[in-house]
């Protein structure tokens, strides 16, 4: 069955570091969407990307933040200067074209800020 | 304001037990709501979608209810397992004039715990 996968599984780095994390959606998933989950807090939701640009995005997803789609594969989110606050768990989502479509969920990168 | 509230914040009950799990919301208009389950550590699954005309939906041992006059749902879990220890999150989704993730609303999750 297909899936969402994502790397790495953990990635340590220090304060001011940029950082790149990978996400791989389901193939023929056109809508794609970042979220992160701080330890024992809610899922947040990040930024939405279709058609190769940006859809929408939250008060979270700063101009530390981006997002790319380098081929037609791999969906990035970069984070430019990271901070201690970003360590958190970062998940990626993909779905179907059409209102409502159920979004599926990769199992996440942790990330931890030093 | 648009709000998901999930009760309780965590439980511990035996293998073999039922128990059920409470979601209450303000998100208002309302267009559908899904109940996840989230192993520690993994991203969320879906388990059950609700629209507004469902009042039950069964997927295995998941029943989820909703109550759109009352903007109440459950999710009861029958004969646990110890596989079943995981947060569950509601997410309410408000209108879907627009395809806007900003109308997800994510609540905070029932940590379960199934003790053998």
């Known amino acids: 069955e297909p899936e969402v996968t994502q790397t790495p599984s953990h990635q340590v780095t220090q304060m001011g570091q940029e950082v790149i994390l990978r996400c791989v959606p389901i193939?023929?998933?056109?809508?794609f969407y970042w979220y992160r989950q701080i330890l024992g807090q809610k899922v947040e939701f990040l930024v939405s990307?279709?058609?190769?640009?940006?859809?929408?995005k939250s008060e979270i997803f700063d101009d530390q933040f981006s997002v790319e789609r380098p081929d037609g594969s791999n969906f990035t989110l970069k984070i430019r200067s990271t901070k201690l606050e970003d360590s958190a768990m970062y998940f990626c989502?993909?779905?179907?074209?059409?209102?409502?479509?159920?979004?599926?969920f990769g199992p996440g990168t942790r990330l931890t800020v030093l | 304001k648009n709000q998901v509230e999930q009760s309780p914040q965590s439980l511990i009950i035996l293998e073999g037990k039922n128990c059920t799990l409470q979601c209450n919301y303000t998100v208002s208009p309302f267009s559908n709501l899904r109940w996840y389950k989230q192993d520690t550590g993994r991203g969320p699954v879906s388990l059950t979608i609700?629209?507004?005309s469902e009042n039950t939906k069964s997927n295995g041992r998941y029943t989820a209810t909703l109550d759109a006059d009352t903007k109440q749902s459950s999710l009861h879990i029958t004969a646990s397992q110890l596989s079943d220890s995981a947060s569950y999150i509601c997410v309410v989704r408000g209108a879907q004039t627009m395809d806007s993730n900003y109308q997800l609303i994510w609540g905070a999750g029932t940590k379960l715990i199934i003790k053998p």
């Open positions: 989502a993909s779905r179907l074209a059409g209102v409502g479509n159920e979004q599926f």
């Open positions: 609700m629209t507004f």
């Open positions: 990307f279709y058609n190769n640009e940006i859809s929408e």
């Open positions: 193939s023929n998933h056109l809508y």
